[in-house]
C-alpha cells in the first residue's frame, strides 16, 4: 500500500513569501501531524488535523498553519517567511489521533529561505 | 517547542556487535513509545513500539526495554549491520499531551 507522500521535495523561497506544503497520508488513515526538523531544534511538533478538524498545536507561530480536506490530504501554509524557517517539515499520518498506534512519515519537504 | 535536539551524541559499534541506545523521557504519564530510525534524506522510519503496560518487546534483531521507574527506554540492535547506521530517535505519548514528543537523536555508526 502507498506510503505518505509529501510535495513538493525541495523548494527555494525568498525571505517574506509564502510556501504551501501538500501531505496525502496513507489510505484510511485520518489523522495527519506536521513536524519541523532542524539540526538545532530536532523534532519539534507543528499541528495535527483529524477528520478535518485542528485537534492540537504545537508553540509556533501564527504564520504557520494547515488544514485537511475530507479525503484526509492536508496542506500547510506559512506566510512572510524567514530564514529560521528552513528545515525539514515532516508529514506523518496514523490511524487513530494523537499517533497512539503509531505514525508513519514521508520523507518530508525541505524549505531553503534566502 | 517541546522537542530538544541541541548535540547529537554519536554511538559507534563494529559490525556484528550488539548496539545500545539510550532515551531518557521526561512525562510519567507517558503510556505509548516509539523507535525511529532516520536515514539521511528521508523521513523517520518506524522501528519497534511499547506501551507502558510492558517493560519489553522484540522485534526481529531488535529489542526495547522500557523502565518506568527511572523514565528510561533503550533500543537494542542485535548483530548491528552497516545498514543500520542512522539517527535513532525516541518518541513518548500521552492521553494527556495528547501528541507525539521525540527525543534528541543517537547517530549509530557502523563500522566494519
Known amino acids: 500500500k502507498a506510503g505518505v507522500t509529501q510535495t513538493p521535495r525541495y523548494l527555494i523561497k525568498t525571505r517574506g513569501q509564502q510556501v504551501t506544503l501538500s501531505c496525502s497520508p496513507i489510505s484510511g488513515h485520518r489523522s495527519v501531524s506536521w513536524y519541523q526538523q532542524t539540526p538545532g531544534q530536532g523534532l519539534q511538533f507543528l499541528f495535527e488535523y483529524f477528520s478535518e478538524t485542528q485537534r492540537n498545536k504545537g508553540n509556533f507561530p501564527g504564520r504557520f498553519s494547515g488544514r485537511q480536506f475530507s479525503n484526509s490530504r492536508s496542506e500547510m501554509n506559512v506566510s512572510t517567511l524567514e530564514l529560521g524557517d528552513s528545515a525539514l517539515y515532516l508529514c506523518?499520518?496514523?490511524?487513530?489521533?494523537?499517533?497512539?498506534?503509531?505514525?508513519?512519515f514521508g520523507s518530508g519537504t525541505r524549505l531553503t529561505v534566502v | 517547542g517541546e522537542s530538544v535536539g541541541l548535540h547529537l551524541p554519536t554511538l559507534s559499534v563494529q559490525e556484528g556487535d550488539n548496539s545500545i541506545i539510550n532515551c531518557a523521557y521526561s512525562?510519567?504519564?507517558?503510556?505509548?513509545f516509539i523507535w525511529y530510525k532516520q536515514e539521511s534524506g528521508k523521513g523517520p522510519q518506524f522501528i519497534i513500539d511499547?506501551?507502558?503496560?510492558?517493560d519489553k518487546r522484540q522485534g526481529q534483531r531488535v529489542t526495547v526495554l522500557l523502565n518506568k521507574t527511572v523514565k528510561h527506554l533503550s533500543l537494542q540492535i542485535a548483530a548491528t549491520q552497516p545498514g543500520d547506521s542512522a539517527v535513532y530517535f525516541c518518541a513518548e505519548n500521552s492521553y494527556n499531551t495528547d501528541k507525539l514528543i521525540f527525543g534528541t537523536g543517537t547517530r549509530l555508526q557502523v563500522f566494519p
Open positions: 512525562n510519567s504519564a507517558s503510556d505509548y
Open positions: 506523518a499520518s496514523s490511524l487513530e489521533a494523537a499517533g497512539m498506534s503509531g505514525y508513519t
Open positions: 511499547i506501551r507502558s503496560n510492558m
